[in-house]
Nanobody, 120 residues
Framework: QGQLVESGGGSVQAGGSLRLSCAASGYTYSNYCMGWFRQAPGKEREGVAS???????YYADSVKGRFTISQDNAKNTLYLQMNSLKPEDTAMYYC??????????????WGQGTQVTVSS
């Protein structure tokens, strides 16, 4: 079974940057897409950004222009560069892989999550 392990979360002030990493092992990296979801307290988990084997990338409107998803195939690692962070970006961020990544229904593998906290 594939495995995803996130790292890079932390606390930062508004306007700052963080880069999340997700190391993939097993068959996970051969999934059709990989992406990042987040869940804030009291809210549903939402898709943030995803990348497909075709090269297509998706970003939620709330992060467009601020977040960039990328991957290093040689390292089997997915990244999420987050710039101009806002307090509303505070959430647990999850790495995910599956057949489609715009909703949880398409995900077959989840990471354990990494916390991002943005203070004003």
């Amino acid at each position: 079974q594939g495995q995803l392990v996130e790292s890079g979360g932390g606390s930062v002030q508004a306007g700052g940057s963080l880069r999340l990493s997700c190391a993939a092992s097993g068959y996970t990296y051969s999934n059709y897409c990989m992406g990042w979801f987040r869940q804030a307290p009291g809210k549903e988990r939402e898709g943030v950004a995803s990348i497909y084997t075709t090269g297509y990338t998706y970003y939620a409107d709330s992060v467009k222009g601020r977040f960039t998803i990328s991957q290093d195939n040689a390292k089997n690692t997915l990244y999420l560069q987050m710039n101009s962070l806002k307090p509303e970006d505070t959430a647990m961020y999850y790495c995910a892989a599956g057949g489609y990544c715009y909703s949880e229904g398409g995900i077959n593998t989840w990471g354990q999550g990494t916390q991002v906290t943005v203070s004003s």
